[in-house]
């Protein structure tokens, strides 16, 4: 199964998202890919208070719609980075996104365009005020393209799922990832930027020994994408927040130019024994 990669420009403009995913789909369609990546919020932009005027919610499903389609005419699948705003079968269609709880979400569809389930973000962050956290596992089954009897189990993370959970005590998605007996985590990040030196590299440090260190610790090897540009949206001519790319058990196979759009595939294989047996006692525990 292969998957693309985008780190592309995540901006509050959802014209310009639509555009900037297109052209990703596209790069997918021609690099023979089965399942195209984007960052954290790319379709919406990273603005939670946008998603509650009910004109901009209506104008963004109607984008969604737009690259589903356009998607699925080209036999691409989506995990697709969004904001979004939970549908309440209790109340009338056209109520929904006056009264639904807004998500920060991957939306996950299969190559056929069929809407497979969707992961919330489950650490949020201060940018994430008003959103509400996800509580589901993260799991999703991907039906393979040529295959769709066969599915792989991915567990989807939103930025800091991956890297902020267990310093506030609570378990390591990573660590559930690996009890779930997943195949393949898919990270969407969309981080800060204007941190300032020396605390840019610090972050830098800690996002990349994260990456290496669940994908080590858990035997699952992880695809990651970051927004290319600042988490406001604003044009940004420096390195991503963190890495995109792949990340094996032992190594980094992928790894994308930390500026700028970037677009990369993976072929993933299902059933790959990483050889990860041997772990550190003082890891055991």
């Known amino acids: ?67 589903r389609k356009y998607a699925s005419d080209r036999h691409i699948g989506l995990i697709l980075g ?13 109520s ?9 979400q991957q939306r996950y569809y299969d190559p056929e365009g069929n809407f497979l389930g969707v992961v919330n973000k489950r650490y949020i962050v201060s940018y994430d005020y008003g959103v509400k956290k996800g509580e589901n596992p993260g799991v999703i089954n991907l039906p393979m393209k040529n295959n769709p009897t066969n599915h792989i189990k ?8 991956l890297w902020g959970g267990y310093w506030k005590g609570r378990p390591n998605l990573g660590q559930v990832a690996q009890e779930q007996k997943t195949d393949l985590i898919i990270h969407s990040s969309n981080g800060a930027k204007d941190k ?18 669940l994908s080590y610790r858990s035997n699952i090897p992880i695809l990651t994408v970051d ?18 790319g792949v990340f094996h058990p032992l190594e980094q196979i992928v790894e994308a130019p930390r500026k700028g759009t970037q677009h990369f595939y993976y072929d993933f294989h299902p059933n790959t024994d990483y050889n990860v047996s041997v772990v550190p006692e003082e890891l055991a525990s």
């Open 82 to 94: 969004t904001l979004w705003v939970d549908e309440d079968p209790t109340t009338p269609a056209e």
């Open 227 to 244: 927004n290319s540009i600042h988490l406001d949206g604003q044009d940004y001519d420096g390195e991503t927040a963190s890495p995109s």
């Open 196 to 213: 300032g030196e020396p605390i840019r590299k610090i972050l830098d440090k800690f996002h990349t020994g994260c990456l290496a260190f």
């Open 1 to 67: 199964m292969r998957f693309a990669g985008a780190q592309i420009p995540v901006t509050n403009n959802l014209e310009n998202n639509t555009k900037t995913i297109i052209n990703s789909i596209n790069w997918a369609e021609e690099n023979k890919c089965d399942y195209l990546v984007t960052p954290e919020c790319s379709l919406s932009g990273y603005d939670v208070n946008g998603v509650n005027i009910d004109t901009s919610i209506k104008a963004l499903s109607k984008a969604l719609d737009t690259i």
């Open 154 to 161: 991915v567990t989807g993370m939103i930025c800091n799922d």
């Open 96 to 104: 929904w996104w006056s009264v639904g709880d807004v998500r920060n």
